[in-house]
């Protein structure tokens, strides 16, 4: 069942799109955020107590052919390492079946309603509209919540671009780990990610649908943009690409993205910095590698770590 990765790394991904209306702090000036000078992925790197090393590796949850050239780039940091720290076990999760299938049955409302009772009407129509223009809608959708309608939207959306899950960044350091026998240490968990998805309230997945389709005439062109972006280590242009007009918010909905921004960003870094920290003082070599959104800013994981005495050094 590959439909739930794909459905999380896609709303993920996009978040980045809605998280520049909420005031995003990831300003393009703060600690390492400028360009890689070579023109490659964002690399830092942190030296441990014990004389270990960590790699802090800015990935994306997004791929094409030109991330096996980013591995190449990276076999040398990598062969230095013990341990390989992702947001969480993508390949493990795959051939989990009793999980995915937990995380889907999670989606579907249990207290006798339907998402027509919680989506707002024009949005619905919109939503089926979509779905039976690609194709992919299906009555029995009706019973899942506002979370899965969200990212099934988004899915379709990166399905038109030349994005494969397979070339997806995470995915192809993660067969690495396996290929070259490094451990894996999860600095999250799927079960984490997707209640943070399932725990959003209809308010604010309801904004996010409107959001969605204000945008989707450019949402294709942006996600290569940002992609492009990532290629180059460009921080300043992942800022400017997420730092969308929101002009026609409410003040009630900035608060509630204000709200989504604390929640999917500045408590998971926390969380984040705090794992690396962990990995650091274990002793061993660690190639640390997450959405590049959660390293950037003055809530970000590098800023975290030279906040606690770490210093972080840019390498790429």
Not at 8 to 27: E, P, V
Not at 114 to 123: C, Y
Not at 158 to 178: G, Q
Not at 198 to 219: E, I, P, V
Request: charged residues 25%.
């Amino acid at each position: 069942m590959k439909l739930i990765r794909q459905l999380t790394a896609a709303a993920l991904a996009a978040a980045m799109l809605l998280a520049g209306c909420a005031g995003n702090t990831n300003d393009s000036k703060s600690t390492g955020d400028s360009a890689s000078a070579g023109g490659v992925p964002m690399l830092w790197k942190v030296q441990g107590d014990k004389g270990n090393v960590m790699y802090l590796f800015g990935s994306i949850h997004a791929g094409d052919k030109r991330t096996d050239d980013v591995l190449e780039s990276l076999s040398g940091k990598l062969e230095e390492c013990d341990t390989l720290a992702v947001e969480y076990d993508f390949v493990a999760y795959e051939k989990d079946e009793a999980a995915q299938l937990q995380d889907i049955q999670r989606m579907m409302y249990t207290d006798g309603t339907n998402v027509k009772q919680h989506m707002k009407p024009e949005l619905y129509e919109k939503s089926v509209n979509y779905l039976k223009d690609a194709d992919c809608y299906d009555e029995l959708y009706n019973d899942y919540n506002l979370g899965f309608w969200l990212s099934l939207l988004q899915q379709i959306a990166v399905s038109k671009t030349a994005f494969e899950p397979s070339e997806a960044m995470d995915f192809k350091l993660i067969n690495y780990a396996y290929e070259h026998k490094l451990a894996i240490a999860e600095v999250e968990s799927a079960e984490f990610q997707k209640s943070k998805l399932n725990d959003l309230s209809d308010d604010l997945l309801n904004l996010q649908l409107q959001a969605f389709f204000k945008t989707k005439k450019y949402y294709t062109a942006t996600l290569n943009e940002m992609y492009e972006a990532w290629l180059s280590g460009d921080a300043a242009k992942l800022a400017e690409l997420t730092g969308d007009d929101c002009s026609w918010l409410s003040d009630d909905q900035k608060k509630l993205l204000e709200e989504y921004q604390k929640t999917m960003y500045t408590g998971r870094n926390l969380g984040m910095a705090g794992k690396a920290e962990e990995l650091l003082k274990s002793g061993k070599n660690v190639f640390f590698s997450v959405s590049t959104s959660h390293f950037l800013g003055d809530d970000g994981i590098i800023k975290l770590l030279e906040n606690k005495g770490y210093q972080v050094e840019k390498i790429q």
